[in-house]
C-alpha cells in the first residue's frame, strides 16, 4: 500500500505562480507513474499533469506552457510548478500513484490541497 499526501496549497491571485508537492510513502517501490488531477464542485476529475518512471511527461493543452510536473525517485516526492494561475484554475488538486506487482495493478490518491484564484 502507498500513502499520498499533498501541501502548498492556497489562495493566490491570477497571474501568481504556486508549487504544489506530494510525499509518498509505504511500498513505493513499484510506481511506475504519478500525476496530479483537479476537481471543482460539480465537475469531472481531470488531468493536470503526470510523469512516468521514465521522466516522460504529460501535460494537457490546459496547462501546457504555464504548468511543470517533476518526479524525485528516491526522495518519493512528486511536485508542481503552476505558474501564471487563472481563476479557472480554481479547484481540489489531487496527487496520484500508479502501481504495479506480480499480481495486480493499484491506484492510490491522497486527501488533495485547495488551490484558489481570486482577485
Known amino acids: 500500500q502507498v500513502q499520498l499526501v499533498e501541501s502548498g496549497g492556497g489562495l493566490v491571485q491570477p497571474g501568481g505562480s504556486l508549487n504544489l508537492s506530494c510525499v509518498a510513502s509505504?511500498?513505493?517501490?513499484?510506481?511506475?507513474?504519478m500525476g496530479w488531477y483537479r476537481q471543482s464542485p460539480g465537475k469531472e476529475r481531470t488531468l493536470v499533469a503526470s510523469?512516468?518512471?521514465?521522466?516522460?511527461?504529460n501535460i494537457p493543452r490546459s496547462g501546457a506552457g504555464r504548468f511543470t510536473i517533476s518526479r524525485n525517485i528516491p526522495s518519493n516526492l512528486l511536485h508542481l510548478r503552476m505558474n501564471n494561475l487563472k481563476p479557472e484554475d480554481t479547484a481540489g488538486y489531487y496527487c496520484?500513484?500508479?502501481?504495479?506487482?506480480?499480481?495486480?495493478?493499484?491506484?492510490?490518491w491522497g486527501k488533495g490541497t485547495q488551490v484558489t484564484v481570486y482577485s
Open positions: 496520484r500513484a500508479r502501481g504495479k506487482a506480480v499480481d495486480a495493478s493499484y491506484d492510490y
Open positions: 509505504g511500498s513505493t517501490a513499484n510506481i511506475y507513474e
Open positions: 510523469v512516468d518512471g521514465d521522466g516522460r511527461t
